[in-house]
C-alpha cells in the first residue's frame, strides 16, 4: 500500500492538534486558570485548555504562515506545524465557546427531550381530540 506523504503530514498534524485540544481539556483544567493572565479573563477563555490551544496555535500557526523560518525547512515541517497551530487554535476557541464537556451533556439531555417529546405528543392528541356540544374535548369529560 503506498500512502502519500502530502496527505499523511498534514493528517498527522491535525491528529496532534486535537489530541492536544482534548488532553489539555482533560488534565490541564484541572489546575484552574493561568497564572496572571488567566485570572484576568471571563471564566471559560482563562483556563489552560483554552488560553493555551489560542496562543500556542495561534503562534505556531502564524511563524509557520506569515514567516520563512519554516517554510525554508521544508514542505514536510511546514505543512505540518501549519495544520497543527490552525487545529489546536480553532480547539482553543471551541474551548472557550463551549466550556462545559460534551459526553456528559449528550447523556443528559437524552431524557428530558423524550419527555418534551411525550408532552408535545399528547398535547396534540388532545387538542386534535373530538369536542362535545358544548365545546370541551371529549376527553376532560370522561376524565
Do not use: C, E, H
Request: overall charge positive; cysteine-free; glycine content about 14%.
Amino acid at each position: 500500500m503506498n500512502i502519500d506523504k502530502a496527505i499523511m503530514i498534514p493528517a498527522a498534524g491535525a491528529g496532534v492538534g486535537v489530541a492536544y485540544t482534548i488532553l489539555s481539556k482533560q488534565y490541564l483544567d484541572s489546575y484552574g486558570n493561568v497564572p496572571w493572565i488567566g485570572d484576568m479573563l471571563p471564566a471559560p477563555w482563562g483556563k489552560w485548555s483554552t488560553l493555551g490551544g489560542i496562543l500556542i496555535g495561534g503562534v505556531t500557526f502564524g511563524v509557520s504562515m506569515f514567516t520563512n523560518v519554516v517554510k525554508n525547512q521544508g514542505y514536510q515541517l511546514y505543512s505540518f506545524l501549519t495544520v497543527f497551530g490552525f487545529t489546536t487554535l480553532i480547539g482553543g476557541i471551541l474551548n472557550g465557546l463551549f466550556p462545559g464537556g460534551t459526553t456528559a451533556r449528550a447523556g443528559m439531555r437524552l431524557a428530558p427531550r423524550a419527555r418534551t417529546f411525550a408532552r408535545s405528543a399528547v398535547a396534540r392528541t388532545a387538542s386534535m381530540a373530538p369536542i362535545t356540544t358544548t365545546g370541551i374535548p371529549a376527553a376532560q369529560v370522561l376524565s
